[in-house]
């Protein structure tokens, strides 16, 4: 292939990608195969391997994606004010961080709040755990130069885990308002209870399912123990009959016959 041709078929696949991770989630494997089959018949077979091998990202990678791509500034405001925050944990005083980290957070919360519209005019409600992994996959991308690239091309695919960076020095050397610190209560005890509540209407739902399997299960063996008491009558009407056409037949032939005069 010349390096000419090399270059088409970058262009032709990164013009693809770019349309996959842009379209609407739940038409993410569609549209996936359908630009696989496009590339295929222009050609590109090698683009369109690579397309039909893309992840699907999930459901809050995607948001993000559509954040990055409409919003570029937002994503490049959280890496900027974390490296600031970070610079002032180590040079600044107690409310020079604090104001450093509150900055940071902020942004993390601009970009959340903007993946939760996204999601919103989709249709989908965030949920707090969801809500809680977005926040942590902004965290993690502002010091993992791999992932932010993908985000920043619109093509994230998963969700990153990561420590809080900055979660002892709130503890500790800046201590947080009240309100914050009722707030963060007020925010783990809903998660708790959430989890709770999800975990009781699995368990009820497997206790639905498992009735509904039993009185299935009755259902299929009466009907079965009926339908052999069914063959079994009918069988033996079936005999029955057989046995009343032959002496019918019998009786036919008989009168046919000629009678003997005594």
């Known amino acids: 292939m010349s390096e000419k041709e090399s270059i088409g078929v970058d262009l032709a696949l990164n013009a693809a990608l770019d349309e996959l991770y842009a379209a609407p989630f739940d038409s993410f494997v569609s549209v996936r195969r359908e630009l696989s089959m496009r590339l295929r018949g ?17 459901r809050t ?27 002032e944990q180590k040079t600044g005083d107690a409310q020079t961080i604090r104001d450093g980290v509150r900055r940071y957070r902020d942004a993390v919360g601009v970009a959340v709040r903007a993946a939760r519209s996204t999601l919103a005019a989709d249709g989908v409600a965030l949920s707090p755990t969801q809500a809680r992994r977005l926040s942590e996959t902004l965290q993690a991308l ?16 998963r969700d990153v885990e990561v420590e809080d960076l900055f979660a002892g020095v709130e503890v500790s050397e800046v201590a947080r ?17 959430e989890r709770e509540r999800a975990v009781e209407e699995a368990r009820a739902h497997v206790t639905a399912l498992e009735r509904a399997v039993d009185d ?47």
């Open 42 to 58: 222009s050609g590109n077979a090698s683009a369109a391997r690579l397309v039909a091998q893309a992840a699907k990202p999930t």
């Open 61 to 87: 990678a995607w948001a993000l994606n559509q954040v990055a791509r409409a919003h570029p500034d937002i994503i490049a405001a959280i890496v900027r004010l974390r490296e600031a925050a970070s610079d």
């Open 142 to 157: 502002s010091t993992d130069a791999s992932e932010r690239e993908k985000l920043a091309s619109g093509r994230l695919t």
């Open 177 to 193: 308002h009240p309100k914050e610190r009722e707030a963060e209560r007020l925010r783990v005890e809903r998660e708790r209870r």
């Open 216 to 262: 299935a299960r009755k259902i299929s063996v009466d009907a079965e123990r009926e339908a052999r008491r069914a063959q079994y009558d009918s069988d033996k009407a079936a005999r029955a009959l057989a046995e009343l056409e032959r002496k019918l037949d019998q009786a036919r032939d008989n009168l046919k016959k000629p009678q003997r005069v005594l």
